[in-house]
């Protein structure tokens, strides 16, 4: 009889540790957080995983108005214009990005924060060093410097563009706001400048336009 019952009790024992071994691994089972899919450009993924660490670190400004989740879809369409950008960058050999550019580029980014503290903060939320964001950013000034190299000698200016607009939209804008009218002469770099960079990022929205039309991409989620 006291050996059935110390088989019975060995037997409860044993079947306790059992059920706790298998809530235990049930359990972590199911605390794993599984990465979503974002989008697959062709072969490559993106994660909504890369989409927060984008999100946590600021790295792409966040335009005025935009709430989170406009600001989450944001980061993925620039992550996906990024990935196909830097295809054309491979294909022609990608430039060698000095210190002092990647340094310059990582205190625009500390600048969005209140404090460096606060950009190692959200560092460590990314699961980041600050070298690996330091990789991310010589790969944009990568693109930014083929874009430079393909795209900005073939925007030109016109001297009949400049008066154009300087007598439409851009005296419109000051008058609109109050603001004295200068003569064309004192603003005509000024406004060359501004001209070239219109012109040269409708150039970046083709050659992007045309990329994506050339690539499979699918997008799922970006939260």
Known sequence: MRRRVSRLLVSITTMKRIALITFL??????AVTVDRIAAVIDRQVLTVSEVNQMAELRFFPRVAGRNDDDYRHDILEAL????????????????????DSIEARLVEIQRRFASPAELDAALARA?????????????????EAYIQERFAPMVFVANEDIADYY??????????????VPPLNDVREEIRTLIRSRQLDQ????WTTQLRARANVDVYAWR
């Open 25 to 30: 691994f049930s359990t972590s089972v199911y």
């Open 80 to 99: 996906i214009a990024q990935a196909l950008r830097f295809r054309d960058v491979e294909r022609f050999g990608a430039q060698d990005i000095p210190k």
């Open 127 to 143: 699961e980041l060093t600050p070298d690996e964001l330091r990789a991310l950013i010589k790969r944009q000034l990568q693109v």
């Open 167 to 180: 007598n439409g939209p851009w005296r419109q804008q000051r008058v609109e706001r109050g603001l004295p």
């Open 203 to 206: 150039q970046i929205e083709t």
